[in-house]
Nanobody, 126 residues
Framework: QVQLVESGGGLVQAGGSLRLSCAAS????????MGWFRQAPGKEREFVAA????????YWTDSMKGRFTISRDNAKNTVYLQMNSLKPEDTAVYYC???????????????????WGQGTQVTVSS
């Protein structure tokens, strides 16, 4: 049974930083591309970042590139999202997701990912 458990969310002031973690179990982690998505109240879930199986390739949304960093530790079955210079508009529930050997062209697409965590709330105050 695949489980993805996010942690590290919380309340932070604008300009601050948070580091989200997602611990995976029940899968061969190194065979899965990992993604982060977010969903703000009243809005659709959107792509944030993704990372390839080995961690050599990363994928971004332009609005977050340069502020957020995605990384993974295959020895710990964990993917991270370091978020810096946070803005109130970054407030959302952040989800990690896993997909078995995803194609690069599909890695930003929600339906690519069959496995999802329960989400962690990030709130950025102005």
């Amino acid at each position: 049974q695949v489980q993805l458990v996010e942690s590290g969310g919380g309340l932070v002031q604008a300009g601050g930083s948070l580091r989200l973690s997602c611990a995976a179990s029940g899968l061969t982690f190194r065979s899965y591309g990992m993604g982060w998505f977010r969903q703000a109240p009243g809005k659709e879930r959107e792509f944030v970042a993704a990372i390839s199986l080995s961690g050599d390739s990363t994928y971004w949304t332009d609005s977050m590139k340069g502020r957020f960093t995605i990384s993974r530790d295959n020895a710990k079955n964990t993917v991270y999202l370091q978020m810096n210079s946070l803005k109130p508009e970054d407030t959302a529930v952040y989800y990690c997701a896993a997909a078995y050997k995803p194609r690069d062209s599909y890695i930003r697409i929600i339906r690519t990912y069959p496995y999802w965590g329960q989400g962690t709330q990030v709130t950025v105050s102005s």
